[in-house]
């Protein structure tokens, strides 16, 4: 089985800048030749997609939301997807989740899920 550990999380200013981490483990094809996607839900809000990257990395696709502000990236070698979020704002705030085993924007499209990291971005 494998398993999905999103870590990065935290209090941060507006204006400010947060990477969130993603590791994964256990032994699955679709995690290493399928997309990572990022999503995130506020209180009371349905999750939403945030960003996703490629399997080798050199295609990503960004919500209209973060776009110029968040960049994904990954490390094969680490098993490990990141998210830098620059020039945050308070409607960023949210549970962010890692996925494995997919792409495109539905979180239904994708196999494996982080347990959450959460985000406050206080103005």
């Known amino acids: 089985q494998v398993q999905l550990v999103a870590s990065g999380g935290g209090l941060v200013q507006a204006g400010g800048s947060l990477r969130l981490s993603c590791v994964a483990s256990?032994?699955?094809?679709?995690?290493?030749?399928?997309?990572w996607g990022w999503f995130r839900q506020a209180p009371g809000k349905d999750r939403e997609f945030v960003a996703v990257i490629s399997s080798s990395g050199t295609s990503t696709s960004y919500a209209d939301s973060v776009k110029g502000r968040f960049t994904t990236s990954r490390d094969n070698a680490k098993n490990t997807v990141y998210l830098q979020m620059n020039s945050l704002k308070p409607e960023d705030t949210g549970v962010y989740y890692c996925?494995?085993?997919?792409?495109?924007?539905?979180?239904?499209?994708?196999?494996?899920w982080g347990q959450g990291t959460e985000v406050t971005v206080s103005s």
């Open positions: 996925a494995a085993g997919g792409w495109g924007t539905s979180d239904q499209n994708y196999n494996y």
């Open positions: 256990g032994r699955s094809l679709s995690v290493y030749t399928m997309g």
